[in-house]
């Protein structure tokens, strides 16, 4: 909970009213969210004024230095690159509004890379919200409609993230580092073996797009039947001279990463194949 507004601090703060610090992508899509939602954004800071002032305009925001961006908001969002955080929350802390809610949103990371302010800004409320979602242009707050985020802080937290359309849940500090991987294996990873299938199938002489139908579907049906059952292809039947033949094909900067995965594939299948096995190890 908020404490108590203290006599004579900030008599300005607005709990609907909010501010942004990091002007980039994650920034942007939740201002926007945000701002669908009935709250109004004050400010956006960046590294100067020039960087913050494209985001600004298109927010209907002032740009302005990093240590005004708190001032009578109800709500500080950090959403600089996750090496940022821990700094830019004591720069923003000295002049935020009394009792305003500061947030961050990355998810390498919990409410620890806020923990610096409490010595000197005790009445500010702390806390994390990752949106576990790819917000990557202008209209990446749609995507956020439907999307779960990882939420650590007070009671108000979780309310936020329901209102701006995400399902938030939390995660323990101690897994907060393997929380990271699995979303980054979720996107990031998804995409580089994405590239790989580009580069191999133009090694064939066939469209990339030819084998979207096929990705989507696969993952659609490992998300909903989970991914035992969705296994399909040569490592689920046990089919080593298939493996074989692929091995010899592919190009050799593309064989480690084939190993690994159909590896991770024979174990999700769970066949016992000591042959197929050696062959992939
Ligand atoms: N994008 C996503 O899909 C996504 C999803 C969930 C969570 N997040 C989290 O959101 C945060 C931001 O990520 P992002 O993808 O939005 O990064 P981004 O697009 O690179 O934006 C980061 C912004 O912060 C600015 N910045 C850098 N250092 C700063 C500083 N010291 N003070 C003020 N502003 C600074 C950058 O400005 P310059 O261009 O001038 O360097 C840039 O505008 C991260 O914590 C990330 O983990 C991102």
Same mark, same amino acid.
């Given at each position: 909970?908020?404490?108590?507004?203290?006599?004579?601090?900030?008599?300005?703060?607005?709990?609907?009213?909010?501010?942004?610090?990091?002007?980039?992508?994650?920034?942007?899509?939740?201002? /926007?969210?945000?701002?669908?939602?009935?709250?109004?954004?004050?400010?956006? *800071?960046?590294?100067?004024?020039?960087?913050?002032?494209?985001?600004?305009? /298109?927010?209907?925001?002032?740009?302005?230095?990093?240590?005004?961006?708190?001032?009578?908001?109800?709500?500080?969002?950090i959403?600089?690159?996750?090496?940022?955080i821990?700094?830019?929350a004591?720069?923003?802390?000295?002049?935020?509004?009394?009792?305003?809610l500061l947030i961050h949103l990355a998810g390498a990371t919990g409410i620890e890379a806020l923990e610096? =302010?409490?010595?000197?800004?005790?009445?500010?409320v702390l806390g994390s919200l990752h949106p576990l979602?790819?917000?990557?242009?202008?209209?990446?707050?749609? /995507?956020?409609?439907?999307?779960f985020c990882a939420v650590e802080g007070p009671q108000e937290i979780e309310e936020l993230a329901?209102?701006?359309?995400l399902?938030p849940f939390s995660v323990l500090p101690a897994n907060r580092s393997?929380y990271h991987?699995?979303?980054?294996? *979720?996107?990031?990873?998804? =995409?580089?073996?994405?590239?790989?299938?580009?580069?191999?199938?133009?090694?064939?002489?066939?469209?990339?797009?030819?084998?979207?139908?096929?990705?989507?579907?696969?993952?659609?049906?490992?998300?909903?039947?989970?991914?035992?059952?969705?296994?399909?292809?040569?490592?689920?039947?046990?089919?080593?001279?298939?493996?074989?033949?692929?091995?010899?094909?592919?190009?050799?900067?593309?064989?480690?990463?084939? /190993?690994?995965? *159909?590896?991770?594939?024979?174990?999700?299948?769970?066949?016992?194949?000591?042959?197929?096995?050696?062959?992939?190890?």
């Amino acid at each position: 909970m908020r404490p108590a507004p203290l006599e004579g601090l900030e008599p300005t703060l607005n709990q609907r009213t909010f501010s942004i610090i990091g002007p980039g992508r994650a920034g942007m899509a939740i201002a /926007k969210a945000l701002a669908n939602n009935g709250w109004v954004i004050s400010r956006v *800071a960046g590294r100067s004024i020039e960087h913050a002032q494209p985001l600004a305009e /298109k927010l209907g925001a002032v740009a302005c230095i990093a240590a005004d961006v708190g001032i009578g908001v109800g709500l500080i969002i950090i959403a600089t690159p996750d090496s940022a955080i821990s700094e830019t929350a004591l720069i923003v802390a000295a002049q935020a509004s009394h009792g305003a809610l500061l947030i961050h949103l990355a998810g390498a990371t919990g409410i620890e890379a806020l923990e610096g =302010v409490r010595s000197t800004r005790p009445d500010l409320v702390l806390g994390s919200l990752h949106p576990l979602q790819t917000l990557s242009d202008d209209n990446a707050f749609e /995507k956020l409609q439907g999307a779960f985020c990882a939420v650590e802080g007070p009671q108000e937290i979780e309310e936020l993230a329901r209102e701006i359309g995400l399902t938030p849940f939390s995660v323990l500090p101690a897994n907060r580092s393997a929380y990271h991987a699995a979303a980054v294996v *979720a996107s990031n990873h998804v =995409v580089a073996l994405m590239g790989q299938v580009e580069r191999m199938a133009n090694n064939a002489g066939v469209p990339f797009e030819a084998f979207a139908p096929l990705a989507r579907t696969a993952i659609e049906a490992a998300l909903i039947s989970g991914p035992a059952s969705a296994l399909t292809g040569p490592v689920s039947r046990g089919d080593a001279a298939t493996i074989e033949a692929h091995l010899r094909a592919i190009d050799p900067s593309g064989v480690a990463v084939y /190993k690994a995965l *159909a590896l991770d594939a024979l174990r999700l299948s769970g066949r016992d194949d000591p042959a197929l096995e050696e062959m992939l190890s």
